[in-house]
T-cell receptor
Protein backbone atom coordinates (compact mmCIF):
# COMPACT_ATOMS: atom_id res chain seq x y z
CA UNK A 1 0.00 0.00 0.00
CA UNK A 2 1.10 3.50 -0.79
CA UNK A 3 1.72 5.50 2.31
CA UNK A 4 1.80 9.28 2.42
CA UNK A 5 2.42 10.84 5.81
CA UNK A 6 2.22 14.43 6.94
CA UNK A 7 4.12 15.80 9.90
CA UNK A 8 1.16 17.13 11.89
CA UNK A 9 -2.60 16.55 11.95
CA UNK A 10 -3.31 19.85 13.70
CA UNK A 11 -1.23 23.00 13.87
CA UNK A 12 -1.89 26.41 15.41
CA UNK A 13 0.38 29.30 14.45
CA UNK A 14 0.40 33.04 14.91
CA UNK A 15 0.18 35.63 12.15
CA UNK A 16 3.61 36.36 10.74
CA UNK A 17 5.20 33.07 11.78
CA UNK A 18 7.09 30.93 9.30
CA UNK A 19 5.37 27.56 8.96
CA UNK A 20 6.75 24.30 7.60
CA UNK A 21 4.49 21.45 6.55
CA UNK A 22 6.26 18.19 5.77
CA UNK A 23 5.11 15.33 3.58
CA UNK A 24 6.79 11.97 3.03
CA UNK A 25 5.83 9.17 0.65
CA UNK A 26 7.27 5.67 0.68
CA UNK A 27 6.48 4.45 -2.84
CA UNK A 28 9.20 6.08 -4.89
CA UNK A 29 6.65 8.30 -6.65
CA UNK A 30 7.95 10.90 -9.06
CA UNK A 31 5.25 13.51 -8.51
CA UNK A 32 4.21 15.20 -5.33
CA UNK A 33 1.51 17.82 -4.76
CA UNK A 34 0.31 20.27 -2.15
CA UNK A 35 -3.37 21.27 -2.02
CA UNK A 36 -5.53 23.26 0.30
CA UNK A 37 -9.14 22.37 0.85
CA UNK A 38 -11.74 24.89 1.91
CA UNK A 39 -15.52 24.44 2.25
CA UNK A 40 -17.32 25.14 -1.01
CA UNK A 41 -14.06 25.59 -2.93
CA UNK A 42 -12.83 22.01 -3.04
CA UNK A 43 -9.17 21.14 -3.41
CA UNK A 44 -6.97 23.79 -4.96
CA UNK A 45 -3.45 23.06 -6.15
CA UNK A 46 -0.74 25.19 -4.52
CA UNK A 47 2.45 23.66 -5.95
CA UNK A 48 3.59 20.40 -7.40
CA UNK A 49 6.91 18.75 -8.11
CA UNK A 50 7.65 16.21 -10.85
CA UNK A 51 11.25 15.51 -9.82
CA UNK A 52 13.76 16.27 -7.11
CA UNK A 53 14.49 20.00 -6.99
CA UNK A 54 11.85 20.62 -9.68
CA UNK A 55 8.66 22.48 -8.87
CA UNK A 56 5.80 24.19 -10.63
CA UNK A 57 3.22 26.64 -9.43
CA UNK A 58 -0.31 25.49 -9.13
CA UNK A 59 -3.38 27.69 -9.13
CA UNK A 60 -2.83 29.50 -5.82
CA UNK A 61 0.94 29.73 -5.10
CA UNK A 62 0.92 33.22 -3.59
CA UNK A 63 2.19 33.25 -0.03
CA UNK A 64 3.66 29.75 -0.31
CA UNK A 65 6.92 28.15 -1.35
CA UNK A 66 8.05 24.53 -1.55
CA UNK A 67 11.16 22.45 -1.27
CA UNK A 68 11.98 19.00 -2.60
CA UNK A 69 15.54 18.02 -1.76
CA UNK A 70 14.83 14.28 -1.69
CA UNK A 71 12.45 12.26 -3.82
CA UNK A 72 10.35 11.06 -0.92
CA UNK A 73 9.93 14.41 0.84
CA UNK A 74 8.03 17.53 -0.22
CA UNK A 75 7.76 20.52 2.09
CA UNK A 76 5.32 23.40 1.97
CA UNK A 77 6.48 26.67 3.51
CA UNK A 78 4.34 29.59 4.55
CA UNK A 79 6.87 32.42 4.70
CA UNK A 80 4.70 34.68 6.85
CA UNK A 81 1.46 33.03 7.91
CA UNK A 82 -1.75 35.00 7.57
CA UNK A 83 -5.25 34.29 8.81
CA UNK A 84 -6.50 33.62 5.27
CA UNK A 85 -4.13 30.66 5.14
CA UNK A 86 -6.18 28.88 7.78
CA UNK A 87 -7.19 25.71 5.96
CA UNK A 88 -6.80 21.95 5.57
CA UNK A 89 -3.57 21.18 3.72
CA UNK A 90 -3.32 17.91 1.83
CA UNK A 91 -0.23 16.37 0.32
CA UNK A 92 -0.44 13.80 -2.49
CA UNK A 93 1.88 11.76 -4.68
CA UNK A 94 1.61 9.88 -7.97
CA UNK A 95 3.81 7.60 -10.07
CA UNK A 96 4.47 10.07 -12.84
CA UNK A 97 5.81 7.83 -15.57
CA UNK A 98 3.20 7.46 -18.32
CA UNK A 99 -0.35 6.32 -18.78
CA UNK A 100 -3.50 6.95 -16.83
CA UNK A 101 -2.11 5.39 -13.66
CA UNK A 102 0.56 8.04 -13.49
CA UNK A 103 -2.12 10.58 -12.66
CA UNK A 104 -3.69 8.57 -9.84
CA UNK A 105 -2.93 10.46 -6.68
CA UNK A 106 -2.54 9.12 -3.16
CA UNK A 107 -3.19 11.50 -0.32
CA UNK A 108 -1.84 11.99 3.14
CA UNK A 109 -4.23 12.46 6.09
CA UNK A 110 -4.01 16.25 5.96
CA UNK A 111 -2.87 19.01 8.29
CA UNK A 112 -5.48 21.35 9.67
CA UNK A 113 -3.68 24.66 10.09
CA UNK A 114 -5.16 27.49 12.11
CA UNK A 115 -3.49 30.90 11.95
CA UNK A 116 -4.54 33.27 14.71
CA UNK B 1 -17.12 29.16 -15.41
CA UNK B 2 -15.28 26.62 -13.27
CA UNK B 3 -13.01 24.16 -15.06
CA UNK B 4 -14.72 21.23 -13.37
CA UNK B 5 -18.29 21.51 -12.17
CA UNK B 6 -20.33 19.16 -10.05
CA UNK B 7 -23.78 19.33 -8.52
CA UNK B 8 -22.96 19.82 -4.82
CA UNK B 9 -26.08 17.92 -3.71
CA UNK B 10 -26.69 16.64 -1.17
CA UNK B 11 -28.25 13.56 -2.66
CA UNK B 12 -30.37 11.75 -0.09
CA UNK B 13 -31.24 8.21 -1.17
CA UNK B 14 -32.54 5.08 0.55
CA UNK B 15 -30.48 1.93 0.79
CA UNK B 16 -30.72 -0.12 -2.38
CA UNK B 17 -31.33 2.88 -4.62
CA UNK B 18 -29.43 3.69 -7.78
CA UNK B 19 -27.90 7.14 -7.90
CA UNK B 20 -25.96 8.96 -10.62
CA UNK B 21 -23.64 11.94 -10.50
CA UNK B 22 -22.50 14.02 -13.42
CA UNK B 23 -19.47 16.22 -13.77
CA UNK B 24 -18.69 18.63 -16.60
CA UNK B 25 -15.26 19.89 -17.60
CA UNK B 26 -14.34 22.83 -19.78
CA UNK B 27 -10.89 21.94 -21.15
CA UNK B 28 -11.37 19.83 -24.25
CA UNK B 29 -7.68 18.83 -24.13
CA UNK B 30 -8.17 16.96 -20.85
CA UNK B 31 -6.91 13.41 -21.10
CA UNK B 32 -7.47 11.65 -17.82
CA UNK B 33 -10.50 11.46 -15.58
CA UNK B 34 -11.12 10.04 -12.15
CA UNK B 35 -13.62 9.71 -9.36
CA UNK B 36 -12.37 10.05 -5.80
CA UNK B 37 -14.28 9.46 -2.62
CA UNK B 38 -13.81 11.54 0.52
CA UNK B 39 -15.28 10.54 3.84
CA UNK B 40 -15.97 13.17 6.49
CA UNK B 41 -12.71 14.52 7.94
CA UNK B 42 -10.64 12.10 5.87
CA UNK B 43 -8.39 12.43 2.86
CA UNK B 44 -9.66 11.77 -0.68
CA UNK B 45 -9.13 8.25 -1.95
CA UNK B 46 -9.18 7.07 -5.54
CA UNK B 47 -12.44 5.31 -6.34
CA UNK B 48 -11.87 4.62 -10.01
CA UNK B 49 -10.30 5.93 -13.17
CA UNK B 50 -12.64 6.69 -16.06
CA UNK B 51 -11.72 5.17 -19.40
CA UNK B 52 -13.00 6.20 -22.82
CA UNK B 53 -14.96 2.99 -23.21
CA UNK B 54 -16.49 3.27 -19.77
CA UNK B 55 -15.65 0.95 -16.92
CA UNK B 56 -17.30 -0.89 -14.11
CA UNK B 57 -16.10 -1.94 -10.68
CA UNK B 58 -18.71 -3.92 -8.79
CA UNK B 59 -21.64 -1.62 -8.09
CA UNK B 60 -19.90 1.40 -9.58
CA UNK B 61 -19.93 2.37 -13.26
CA UNK B 62 -18.07 5.32 -14.74
CA UNK B 63 -18.72 6.80 -18.17
CA UNK B 64 -16.96 9.42 -20.24
CA UNK B 65 -18.64 11.54 -22.91
CA UNK B 66 -15.92 13.54 -24.68
CA UNK B 67 -18.31 15.19 -27.14
CA UNK B 68 -20.34 16.75 -24.35
CA UNK B 69 -17.36 16.99 -21.98
CA UNK B 70 -18.81 15.22 -19.01
CA UNK B 71 -18.17 12.16 -16.93
CA UNK B 72 -20.64 10.27 -14.82
CA UNK B 73 -20.64 7.90 -11.87
CA UNK B 74 -23.47 5.44 -11.31
CA UNK B 75 -23.84 3.65 -7.99
CA UNK B 76 -26.22 0.71 -7.93
CA UNK B 77 -27.72 -0.91 -4.82
CA UNK B 78 -26.52 1.90 -2.54
CA UNK B 79 -25.16 0.94 0.87
CA UNK B 80 -25.00 3.02 4.04
CA UNK B 81 -21.22 2.90 3.68
CA UNK B 82 -21.44 4.71 0.34
CA UNK B 83 -22.28 7.92 2.21
CA UNK B 84 -19.44 10.27 1.35
CA UNK B 85 -18.47 13.14 -0.91
CA UNK B 86 -17.60 12.13 -4.46
CA UNK B 87 -15.00 14.23 -6.22
CA UNK B 88 -14.66 14.47 -9.96
CA UNK B 89 -11.05 14.92 -11.08
CA UNK B 90 -9.75 15.95 -14.49
CA UNK B 91 -6.20 16.47 -15.59
CA UNK B 92 -5.20 19.51 -17.61
CA UNK B 93 -4.28 17.86 -20.86
CA UNK B 94 -0.65 16.99 -21.32
CA UNK B 95 0.57 17.56 -17.82
CA UNK B 96 0.34 16.38 -14.25
CA UNK B 97 -1.86 19.20 -13.01
CA UNK B 98 -5.20 17.90 -11.94
CA UNK B 99 -8.34 19.85 -11.22
CA UNK B 100 -10.74 18.71 -8.55
CA UNK B 101 -14.42 19.45 -8.59
CA UNK B 102 -15.92 20.73 -5.35
CA UNK B 103 -17.64 17.39 -4.79
CA UNK B 104 -21.12 15.91 -4.56
CA UNK B 105 -22.35 14.90 -1.14
CA UNK B 106 -24.24 11.60 -0.90
CA UNK B 107 -26.26 10.42 2.09
CA UNK B 108 -27.59 6.88 2.01
CA UNK B 109 -30.29 6.25 4.61
CA UNK B 110 -31.65 3.02 6.06
Amino acid sequence: DVKVTQSSRYLVKRTGEKVFLECVQDMDHENMFWYRQDPGLGLRLIYFSYDVKMKEKGDIPEGYSVSREKKERFSLILESASTNQTSMYLCASSWGTSGVSSYEQYFGPGTRLTVT
Amino acid sequence: RKEVEQDPGPFNVPEGATVAFNCTYSNSASQSFFWYRQDCRKEPKLLMSVYSSGNEDGRFTAQLNRASQYISLLIRDSKLSDSATYLCVVNRGGGFKTIFGAGTRLFVKA
